[in-house]
């Protein structure tokens, strides 16, 4: 028994968080059709160990329905971020989980759909009273038959239809504001017979059993991250004992062990979980002590190798300490230290970077390697709330950003380096393609972002589409190619004298190279095309916004009281590098 | 024995071990409630590796009646 894993340590320390001011808040709500004493207990304690501080609430036992049918239930008044539905098969099912066999075939599929459409007219209400991100668990598949092996070739068993009740689950993400969390996925982690205790259900109705509940709200913090915008997006690693076994400037390229043997087979399974990654766009840096020469040449030329140079964004191998090589890899790759998750093998290491950089998630890797992959599979901190285009293609683009790095060093001066980048600035009106990336723009960017308000998908749309607002993006390509849309304005048409920024914001690694002003012309332009006389904006300081400090002074806004103002009368000077491209 | 499920008690309560004792319940124990105690329960039957009958823990009023069950089960003093 690890004590931090018991839920008695989760319930005693809840009581004792005292609300304190953190930067992320989040609230969140509970439905559930059994006994869920301690998930909110333990919620809020995963939550505070991460620097989010969580309220909730807890919807009394069995009141989903009411609740959510009532517009002016508690629910609704409490205003979730998050509302965990926590249905279970036996529940949704009634007698027909014992009884199933008993129906006549042909009436098995009216039941169905029957059940699908209470559950849709549940989800469908939901959504349309709450802005809440909603996250419905499907139903557990029961692995128990009256037929025993036949089972499986009855049609329309009970084990088919709930799994055809769970793909009608899993495809309403499409329609509505909700995610389906597969809740097979947890048992097939952890096995019926232990998540469900017959003692605990006969007492006390408790479909979880209290051993398993902090491993499934493990499973649901994915969602916290996401939703809170407090997913990683980096990994940095040490090489020796971690890429590979044993010390290349002692053990050489022909000893280390990476491939044909029991220790190398475990490097190679962490690599190729660590290639997946990489390629659905979370970026790979090093950070190792070493001769460069003799550790790169295993990257470059070692049969087993699965990451090669190019799948890292940023490489440090070299006799500098730890912490420095990762505050140098924050800054070339201009993604925050909280962004970031650290592997190393060596516990001197992992303490030292924790103590100097608390910022930085820091895993507790052990000796034994064959834990690597393992370790790597259970993190929820790469979920995110939409894995879009930008996402897969990520790794490329910080490849090309090395290679700007490289370009703008080879040419020297900067005036002239920006001239030869050929940088074109295509703005285009938010669309159904755009939205995704939009929403995630506001929830990620945190540095060159002037009022760091965060908007979901939904919402983002609905501006879109209202009169008052202009929500437009930007896409920046230049001669090593495409930077995706990476920036984004919503502009408040308050009336027709003045216009105001709701929110304006551009991802680092386009910053400073006048595609900023670029924007906020477009702004400009289009308001005196309407006649509108005046632009006022807000900056909204936060511990990381300081980039965007100075940003409308520098373009000649003044300041009154709160806001920025710049008079339409005044034309902004823009730089002439860039060239810009209107998409109606 | 005693040492070690007053232990646990004081653990999954989160009390000092001085206030355990033999007729330590929900009534004497602000601490103790009703879903707690499947998880002292549940915490009791895996550090002793046994599995209580159903209707043995429903028997359970205070500290005391697991002693009892844990010495019916063959768990030595």
């Not at chain 1, 460069?292 to 990451?307: G, S, T, Y």
Request: proline letters at 2%; glycine letters at 4%.
């Amino acid at each position: 028994m690890k004590n931090e894993e018991n839920l008695a340590y989760f319930l005693n320390e809840a009581k004792t968080i005292k609300p304190r001011e953190l930067e992320k808040k989040l609230r969140i709500a509970f439905l559930a059709s059994s006994t869920i004493n301690g998930f909110e207990e333990t919620m809020r304690v995963k939550c505070f160990e991460k620097g989010i501080e969580c309220i909730t609430y807890v919807a009394d036992y069995n009141q989903y329905n009411q609740e959510i049918l009532d517009q002016n239930s508690g629910l609704y008044q409490f205003k979730p971020d998050i509302t965990f539905l926590i249905l279970d098969t036996r529940h949704v099912l009634g007698e027909y989980f014992f009884s199933w066999y008993t129906v006549p075939h042909d009436d098995r599929q009216k039941i169905i759909d029957t059940k699908i459409s209470e559950l849709k007219n549940i989800c469908n209400t939901f959504t349309k009273n709450s802005d809440s991100k909603l996250v419905l668990t499907s139903l557990q598949i029961p692995n128990y038959s009256p037929y025993g092996f036949h089972d499986e070739h009855i049609t329309k068993s009970l084990k088919q239809v709930i799994y055809e009740i769970n793909t009608e689950l899993f495809e309403w993400n499409k329609q509505y504001n909700l995610f389906t969390y597969d809740f097979n996925r947890f048992v097939r982690k952890f096995g019926e017979n232990n998540i469900f205790n017959y003692k605990q259900f006969f007492s006390g109705d408790i479909k979880i059993s209290t051993e398993y509940i902090p491993k499934f709200i493990d499973d649901l913090m994915g969602y916290v991250y996401a939703v809170t915008g407090t997913s990683k997006k980096c990994i940095v690693l040490d090489l020796d004992n971690t890429l590979w076994g044993g010390i290349i400037g002692e053990d050489g390229f022909d000893n280390i062990k990476l491939g044909d043997n029991p220790i190398g087979r475990s490097f190679v399974e962490f690599q190729k979980r660590l290639l997946a990654l990489n390629q659905r766009g979370i970026i790979l840096a090093i950070n190792s002590k070493n001769n460069f020469d003799d550790a790169i040449e295993v990257i470059q030329k070692h049969p087993n190798m699965i990451l090669r140079e190019d799948n890292f964004a940023c490489v440090k191998i070299n006799w500098d300490d730890k912490v420095s090589n990762i505050q140098r890899i924050t800054e070339e790759l201009n993604i925050g230290l909280d962004s970031m998750v650290f592997f190393d093998d060596d516990p001197i290491n992992q303490e030292y970077v924790r103590e100097s950089l608390p910022e930085v998630l820091v895993m507790n890797l052990p000796k034994d390697s064959s834990q690597y992959a393992q370790i790597i599979t259970e993190m929820k901190e790469f979920d995110v709330l939409k894995i879009t285009e930008e996402d897969t293609k990520r790794s490329d683009m910080y490849l090309k950003q090395k290679k700007r790095k490289e370009f703008e060093s080879k040419v020297g001066n900067f005036n002239e380096f920006l001239k030869q980048m050929n940088i074109q600035v295509h703005v285009q009106k938010a669309d159904s393609f755009s939205i995704p990336r939009i929403s995630q723009l506001t929830l990620k960017t945190n540095q060159f972002n002037l009022t760091t308000r965060r908007y979901q998908e939904d919402e983002i749309s609905k501006f879109s589409s209202s009169d008052d607002k202009i929500v437009e993006c930007i896409q920046v390509s230049d001669k090593f190619g495409d930077n995706g849309i990476t920036g984004t304005y919503i502009v408040e048409k308050k009336n027709n004298e003045e216009w105001i920024v709701d929110t304006f914001l551009l991802s680092c690694r386009i910053m400073g190279r006048g595609v900023e002003e670029i924007m906020m012309n477009q702004i400009i332009e289009n308001a005196k095309s309407s006649g509108v006389k005046r632009i006022k904006g807000k900056f909204i300081p936060t511990a990381k916004n300081k980039p965007a400090e100075n940003f409308y002074e520098k373009l000649g806004f003044k300041k009154e009281n709160d806001f920025w103002i710049f008079d339409t009368d005044n034309t902004l000077k823009t730089p002439e590098h860039i060239k810009v491209i209107k998409n109606e | 024995m005693n040492e070690k499920l007053y232990e646990i008690v004081s653990k999954v309560f989160n009390v000092d071990n001085s206030r355990i004792n033999d007729e330590t319940s929900p009534e004497n124990l602000d601490e103790w409630d009703s879903f707690n105690f499947y998880v002292l329960l549940d915490e009791i039957e895996n550090q002793f590796s046994i599995n209580f009958d159903l209707d043995e823990t429903l028997e359970i009023k205070k500290v005391g009646d697991f002693k009892k069950l844990l010495e019916k089960n063959g768990v030595k003093i």
